[in-house]
Nanobody
């Protein structure tokens, strides 16, 4: 079982910055991808940014140019640097990791963190 622990959420004024971090622990052979999703009140959970073990990244159009996702493979961690925050970025942010707990593609996992609140006031 793989656990994800997020940190770094909080409240900030529009235009400010926050950095989210997420660390995975447990039985991990490889993590294929790590990502950040967010869910605002009354809305569906949406992908914010993802990074694969090749370091290829994807971003939602709404955050391109403002957010940067980075991966720390040595520590099974992922970070999300959020700049120029807007009130529309207010949401609970969830970390996600997908991979395998054992070699030869055995015991796949798709784990989620508990979520961290980001509030941007205008």
């Amino acid at each position: 079982q793989v656990q994800l622990v997020e940190s770094g959420g909080g409240s900030v004024q529009a235009g400010g910055s926050l950095r989210l971090s997420c660390k995975a622990s447990g039985t991990i052979f490889t993590i294929n991808s790590m990502a950040w999703y967010r869910q605002a009140p009354g809305k569906e959970r949406e992908l914010v940014a993802s990074v694969r073990n090749t370091y290829d990244t994807d971003y939602a159009d709404a955050v391109k140019g403002r957010f940067t996702i980075s991966r720390d493979n040595a520590n099974d961690a992922v970070h999300l640097q959020m700049n120029s925050l807007k009130s529309g970025d207010t949401a609970v942010y969830f970390c996600n990791a997908r991979g395998y707990a054992r070699s030869l593609y055995q015991d796949p996992f798709d784990s989620w963190g508990q979520g961290t609140q980001v509030t941007v006031s205008s």
